[in-house]
């Protein structure tokens, strides 16, 4: 940076230079900036010396960019429009006195919903809102500052912390399990009826995986019940229409309140994890921070 500063000599010039270069007139700089236009000539006049080189070639009544002045033009509206972009966003977050947690639905139901009483004691002078959807909007996206997601911890641009590993096993309603007095093994949950997940966009495992995982060989099924939203495969599986894939984080409320049973013998650690994410180059407000802080200190982790 202070090898940039020798070069320009000033800031204020490049701000002048994108000026006159982008409205191709000096006078239209000046009245844009709110100084005269021999105030823009000069700042010109100086950027060239500094850089050893013409930006414009002047004519009696226009003027117009060089080669270099070109090249120069295209790097600087870039980097100021992505200054402005981020300024924007800065300015429209210190505004608003929301945070949004973006995550999926299950999460947001079964995960996150129990804790907002502790979350609005703890904190009651924030106000959090929790965004669903069917697409993962990038961090930054729409005032979105925080966002649940599955993966390994290392999403480029982002900073992570791993809210709970991915442990999945089979579960289902008291009176389904109770019924399914053969099922001894993994093998034998094929003779079960099974509810698939089938989400559109998120990458989530599937029957398939699971099997894989216990070396059981398996052929995709023409039929059964198939879901595109966890939380609605969670509300077919507590309704008795099968057996499920059970998410322990999002799932060990249902089995302690006994509307759903986990086979535990059978849980399967993916290696990946659910992860609070947020961005490592846009700075979080207080009351973001304090979101952050408050869901990394739940320390929910599978029991």
């Known amino acids: 940076m ?42 010109i006049k100086q950027l060239e010396t500094s850089l050893g080189t013409r930006l414009f070639d002047r004519a009696h009544r226009s003027v117009s960019l060089t080669q270099a002045g070109e090249r120069l033009f295209n790097d600087v509206s870039s980097a100021f429009s ?3 972009a981020t300024a924007e966003l800065l300015s429209a977050r210190s505004a608003q ?23 609005h004691h703890a904190h009651p002078d924030i106000d959090l809102r929790l965004q669903t959807s069917e697409r993962e909007p990038a961090i930054g996206s729409d005032g979105t500052s925080l966002a ?26 008291p009176r389904v399990n109770a019924a399914a007095i053969h099922l001894r093994t ?18 989530r495992p599937t029957w398939a995986d699971f099997f894989q995982h216990w070396n059981v060989p398996y052929v995709e099924p023409k039929t059964g019940l ?4 966890y939380a609605l495969v969670l509300q077919a599986a ?34 990946a994890g659910f992860y609070l994410v947020w961005s490592d180059s846009i700075p979080l407000s207080p009351q973001e921070r304090n979101v952050r802080d408050w869901l990394i200190g739940l320390q929910a982790v599978a029991v």
């Open 148 to 173: 649940i997601r599955r993966g390994h911890g290392d999403w480029s641009g982002c900073d992570s912390h791993l809210i709970a590993p991915e442990v999945i096993m089979p579960i289902a309603a």
């Open 97 to 119: 006195a929301h945070v949004t947690l973006s995550a999926s639905t299950a999460f947001a139901h079964y995960w996150m919903v129990p804790k907002l009483a502790e979350f």
């Open 238 to 271: 507590i309704a008795g229409e099968g057996f499920a894939f059970g998410w322990q984080h999002v799932t060990q409320q249902l089995v302690a309140q006994g509307l759903l049973v986990p086979r535990s013998e059978w849980a399967w650690s993916t290696g």
């Open 226 to 229: 198939r879901l595109n939203d």
């Open 186 to 203: 993994v093998a034998n949950l094929l003779n079960q009826s099974l509810i698939h997940l089938e989400e559109p966009i998120r990458e």
């Open 2 to 43: 202070q090898k940039l500063w020798k070069l320009v000599s000033s800031p204020r010039h490049l701000l002048v230079f994108e000026a006159a270069a982008r409205t191709r007139s000096f006078t239209k700089a000046a009245n844009e900036l709110n100084v005269r236009q021999p105030a823009v000539s000069a700042s």
């Open 82 to 84: 992505r200054i402005q």
